[in-house]
């Protein structure tokens, strides 16, 4: 009869009396075989067990465990020099810490997979500190994650049963999750079934419980070319990484007033000041190489400008500084959430609506002014360069007109 890995069944076991058969030296490492099948070795996606063994009264550590030649043995720190009986210790907060993040993975993938049943299982990492998951297909967006995370979450309060099985491979169906050719390759195939939410093929190792999780939360989402990648860590390191991040946004909250919740629209400004930063940067290049935009339309001088991270109050203060005796139309535009502009004329016959208001209203805009000046603006506006080039067009032609 074949003997199953003892975690199988007890993986929360961590000492086990065991016989080293053989110390082997290669590529520089010194690996050990034992006897027993107590250990777990990496493969399918998840890191091996690491851990100690003491051999009369001297401790030794390995730091991971590994399939050679379809055998696990110990990659160890430092090299034990005797064979025969010793004592092998399970790094247990090692081995919890991928118990919990390896039936997260089987209950975040099993719930993406119930969602959207046209994405695959493509490449999965599990170790003690995170782990990872790969779906292939249509890209998820963050919020169909997030959602998926808070079900994970619920399932973890639930406290759920998680219950293994050891079946002929004839017997696995559509019901249970399995890589493909798995029951082809396996007479016997372990199923690891979390409640009656997700059945997996499996001989990796999993909590008994899933209230053992305690947290579950995605930290990383990157978009490749054939799907999704996702990071995401558990108990602990979670609650550690949530610390972390809240309070480095509550130490900044006195010196920086928003309120936590904001933090979302706080980042959202910063992003639209950096644009808008970079924005005027450019133009302060432009204006210092190449000078302002004044043309002459006929007997006008007409000055326009395009000015990122500007406000309407800023560009109506730097017009009235503006000195000039000849006739004069300056237009200035500021891109942005709304995108404003100011219209202001000097010496010229007309207010200063009659060259913008039938323009800016063709155009969506709103606004209003008197005599020599004129305010204005746009929403929702996907391309300000555009509207402004636009804008500079028509009222060179008013000009003309007038
Ligand atoms: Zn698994």
Known sequence: MIEHPHYWHDPLKDRFNVTIESVIEANGHTFVRIHEPVVKPSG?????????IQINGNTFEFIDTVL?????????????????ESILIIDMAWRRAMMRNHTSEHLFVGNMKRKFPTIDLGKIWIDGHHGSVKLIGNPLSVEEILDVESQVQQYIADAIDVQTKIVPAS???????????????????????????????????????????HVFKVIDIKYQDDGTHIEFI????????????????????????????????????????????????????????EGPHKERVG??????????????????????????DSASIILFLAPGEK?????????????????????????????????????????DVTNPLNLYQEIVERVRRKIHIN
């Open 299 to 324: 007997e006008i001088n007409f000055w326009h400008e395009y000015l990122p991270g500007f406000d309407a109050n800023t560009m109506r203060n730097i017009m009235k500084e503006i000195k000039s």
């Open 171 to 213: 017997d696995v169906d559509e019901s249970v999750r399995a890589r493909e050719g798995i029951t082809s390759k396996h007479d016997v195939i372990r199923i690891v079934e979390v409640g009656d939410l997700d059945s997996s093929a499996c001989a990796g190792i999993h909590v008994t419980n899933t209230s053992d999780i």
């Open 234 to 289: 558990t108990s602990e390191n979670a609650v550690e990484e949530i610390f972390e991040v809240y309070n480095a946004a509550l130490r900044r909250k006195n010196s920086y007033p928003f309120e936590l919740h904001q933090l979302g629209a706080v980042l959202d400004k910063a992003r639209n000041q950096q644009e808008a930063y970079e924005g005027a940067l450019q133009i302060i290049t432009q204006l210092m190489t």
């Open 68 to 84: 050679i030649d379809d055998e696990p043995k110990l990659l160890m720190k430092t090299s034990p020099q005797e064979k025969g």
């Open 44 to 52: 399918g996606g998840q890191a091996g067990d690491r851990g100690f």
């Open 339 to 379: 995108t404003s502009f100011v219209l202001w004329t000097k010496n010229m016959p007309k207010d200063a609506a009659c060259y913008i208001q039938d323009i800016m209203i063709e155009l969506g805009g709103r606004g209003g002014g008197k005599k020599d000046s004129f305010t204005g603006g746009f929403t």
